[in-house]
């Protein structure tokens, strides 16, 4: 193990997992190479590694962490001090207080901040430039911090990833003729939705929502979705569900998932739900915005076609996707899925890139 750990200043890593942030922080943590050590707020009695680790007991966090889980996460930096610190909050004041005083009195000491949720980042740019790094999960949220003012040199783009799993023949992804939406709820993901629902109705395609009741405008997009697909959702061709245990069962009967969003509000980058879905050899058809789009230019990039780019205007969105219903590319591109999640979005890899990017910053400091 490295001599010194490196804190993680998250909500604590314990279940239940159902956020992005902390699955991916908790996959970070069990795919890191041995040799490294971590240390992280969680559950001391139930680590996620066998050994080697630093556990720091800390009770479950809901979605939105508290003042008082943050202060928490905050004081674990002033009680470990020797300890490298691999900040993923949100950036904000009381977080850039605290770090500015430690920076004061402990000026070696390496701080990195990974951006879970890139919304809004450039507002962040004081914030983030006196840090050793600033992680991004996507190329264009790098770009934007870059044009934000963020030196390039401080900068690294380390995209998220998923666990592998066993993907579906595509055949038998493609005879399946259901689209899944899995993601937040608002009025212009609403609209999107409503025209897709009119769009395939010909085709004998059905449509699964599936959306935790947790997003600003929530519940009003679902009421004008019961009005708006009454009919359709009485036939059972549309399902509208809330939070879904068992998200793998979603992905196994479903063809093509969606993402009918232009913003990744409170969520990462190249969201996990559409990762995991790719695994599975499910394709998916995004609205072309970045950064979530930046998944199929990944592809585009390595020779892959997982998907489709969409339009954001919700007729021109529906009609993209109804050609798609009627055509024949969906086995193509769910060979192509599987493949594209296992080269380029790979548990292994992210974490190896996490560690060098660690060593990277320990060897410079040597100097």
Known sequence: MSQKPWLIIS?????????????????????????????????????????????????????????????????????HPGMPVHLSFTPGKATAAVVSLLRRL???????????????????????????????LSHGTARRLRDAGV??????????????????HPSEVAGRKRLLYAGDLDGEIAARLVALARATAPSGWSLTIACRPKAEGDAEARAGLQRDLAGDLASGRVELLAEVADMDALYRRSALQLFAA???????????????????????????????????????DAGLRAGLAAPAEPDAFARAIAEVVHGDTVASW?????????????LTQM?????????????????
């Open 11 to 79: 909500k604590p890593l314990r279940p239940p997992f159902r956020d992005g942030s902390t699955v991916l922080l908790r996959d970070l943590v069990q795919h890191m190479p041995e040799s490294r050590s971590l240390a992280y707020l969680g559950d001391p009695a139930a680590p996620l590694r066998p050994a080697g680790d630093r556990v720091i007991g800390a009770p479950p966090a809901g979605y939105a962490p508290t003042m008082t889980d943050k202060l928490r996460a905050l004081a674990a930096m002033l009680r």
């Open 151 to 168: 030196p390039e040199s401080k900068i690294a783009t380390i995209r998220p990833a998923v666990a592998t799993t066993a993907a579906d």
């Open 262 to 300: 232009t913003h990744t509000r409170k969520k990462v980058d190249l969201p996990l739900a559409l990762l995991e879905g790719l695994a599975r050899g499910v394709p998916a058809a995004i609205v072309d915005v970045s950064p979530a789009a930046e998944l199929l230019h990944v592809g585009h």
């Open 334 to 346: 769910s060979e192509h899925a599987a493949a594209l999640a296992a080269r380029e979005f790979s």
């Open 106 to 136: 402990q000026p070696r000491r390496l701080f990195v901040q990974s951006l879970m949720s890139s919304h809004g980042a450039e507002a962040w740019t004081p914030l983030l430039r006196p840090l050793d790094a600033v992680v991004a």
């Open 351 to 367: 974490a190896g890139r996490y560690d060098a990017l660690y060593s990277d910053l320990e060897s410079k400091r040597r100097k």
